[in-house]
């Protein structure tokens, strides 16, 4: 089973970027897809982006489309997303996941939070 391991989350004030990493334990060619997910208190999770395995494919959540790229590092087994333009509503833990064999799963989570 894969493990996924997020970093780069932390305070920013609106308008700034931050690039959030999500390491894999395997080859990312092992896996379906990749990608985000973020939920904020109160809130349902949200799907901010994905991104096929093969680097073939993304998808974005309407609310950071044309902000959010997600993409893939094969040799370092990571996917990453930069994040710009980023606004307080963007204000979430961001969790990283994959498809494995038809499985989701899911990393710990990595808090934002964008605030003046």
Not at 44 to 52: D, G, S
Not at 53 to 58: A, D, K, L, M, R
Not at 80 to 104: F, H, I, W
Request: with cysteine.
């Amino acid at each position: 089973q894969v493990q996924l391991v997020e970093s780069g989350g932390g305070l920013v004030q609106p308008g700034e970027s931050l690039r959030l990493s999500c390491a894999a334990s395997i080859s990312i060619s092992r896996l379906t897809a990749m990608g985000w997910h973020r939920q904020a208190p109160a809130n349902q999770r949200e799907l901010v982006a994905t991104i096929l395995s093969n680097g073939g494919g993304t998808n974005y959540g309407d609310s950071v489309k044309g902000r959010f790229t997600i993409s893939i590092d094969n040799a370092k087994n990571t996917v990453y997303l930069q994040m710009n333009g980023l606004k307080p509503e963007d204000t979430a833990v961001y969790s990283c996941y994959a498809v494995e064999r038809g499985r989701m799963r899911w990393g710990q989570g990595t808090q934002v939070t964008v605030s003046a």
